[in-house]
């Protein structure tokens, strides 16, 4: 059903800022997330009661299921023993905000980048995904993923007159929690590109 459907997006789109935050802001994650006795239940009338109980107690918060809590963890624990993050995370800094004023377009422009390193010129853009198997063919790219690179990548040039690597963190939700890095194709930017001047110019 729609409803569903809707829930279900809801659902991804809480559990992926929830990851960003963990992964990105630790020291923030404790202030913004709490995690749900094991058992409460957001089904059922009384489960639906002992939720919004237990989220007034905490109101302020994020409320996270039991389970949903522990997988994040379990995602956390990966991620910081992985070889090739580590390389990245060592350096450079998380959730960084660039403003500029775009010559070409006459336009402010904006991007929030999840992570950026000035000294190797890279960007890093983390996703949560069900399936990392979808991404391992770099052409199936989407359009969204593509124009986001190429924004970034643009905002960057701009700021500093150099060109920088964009790469994709991709993490898979559930166990064994599979993380695959992936270098964004110069084609796929150019395609990026070219959907950002058709957008602009209608």
């Not at 202030?31 to 919004?52: H, S, T």
């Not at 402010?108 to 890279?122: I, L, P, T």
């Not at 924004?151 to 599979?178: I, N």
Request: net charge positive.
């Amino acid at each position: 059903s729609k409803q569903k459907q809707g829930y279900q997006i809801q659902q991804a789109m809480n559990f992926g800022s929830a990851g960003h935050s963990l992964l990105l802001e630790p020291h923030k994650f404790e202030e913004l997330y709490v995690c749900a006795p094991r058992g409460l239940k957001r089904r059922g009338k009384n489960g639906r009661k002992n939720w919004e109980e237990f989220c007034k107690l905490h109101s302020g918060k994020n409320v996270l299921a039991a389970n949903e809590f522990e997988r994040l963890q379990n995602i956390l624990k990966v991620f910081q023993i992985n070889p090739k993050i580590k390389q990245f995370w060592n350096h450079g800094e998380t959730e960084v905000s660039i403003f500029w004023d775009d010559a070409e377009f006459g336009l402010d422009c904006k991007a929030r980048m999840d992570w950026y390193d000035a000294d190797s010129m890279k960007i890093v853009d983390l996703k949560f995904t069900n399936s990392i198997g979808k991404f391992s063919n770099p052409k199936l790219m989407d359009k969204h993923f593509s124009v986001q690179a190429a924004w970034y990548k643009r905002g960057v040039f701009q700021l500093t007159g150099r060109a920088c690597d964009f790469l994709f963190v991709f993490v898979e939700k559930y166990s064994p929690h599979m993380i695959s890095v992936i270098q964004v194709s110069e084609e796929i930017i150019r395609q990026g590109e070219q959907t950002i001047l058709s957008e602009i110019k209608k």
